[in-house]
């Protein structure tokens, strides 16, 4: 059964920064692909970053590339999301999840519980 715990999510002006923190457990976090979605409130959840499984290849939606960044660190089994430049669009519940590289929520198999960003104006 795999785990994820995500954390680092809080209160921060716009053009401010944050940087989030997913910890996976009770799998083989080196073989798994991992992915930032968000949900903001009466919205669907979308798609945010996608990381390979050999930390080589990223994909960013257009919405947050060249202001997020998304980085794993397979020795401590956890995955990041650097949030620049933060904007009160981006305020959301930001989801980790663990499946193949893709954009779908689908083929992900595996989510965290979410960890709140608000971005006040």
């Known amino acids: 059964q795999v785990q994820l715990v995500e954390s680092g999510g809080g209160l921060v002006q716009a053009g401010g920064s944050l940087r989030l923190s997913c910890a996976v457990s009770g799998g083989t976090f080196s073989r798994y692909n991992m992915a930032w979605f968000r949900q903001a409130p009466g919205k669907e959840r979308e798609f945010v970053a996608v990381?390979?499984?050999?930390?080589?290849?990223?994909f960013y939606s257009d919405s947050v590339k060249g202001r997020f960044a998304i980085s794993r660190d397979n020795a401590k089994t956890t995955v990041y999301l650097q949030l620049n430049s933060l904007k009160p669009e981006d305020t959301a519940v930001y989801y980790c999840?663990?499946?193949?590289?893709?954009?779908?929520?689908?083929?992900?198999?595996?989510w965290g519980q979410g960890t709140q960003v608000t971005v006040s104006s």
């Open positions: 999840a663990a499946g193949s590289f893709s954009v779908r929520k689908a083929d992900f198999h595996s």
């Open positions: 990381i390979s499984m050999s930390e080589i290849t990223t």
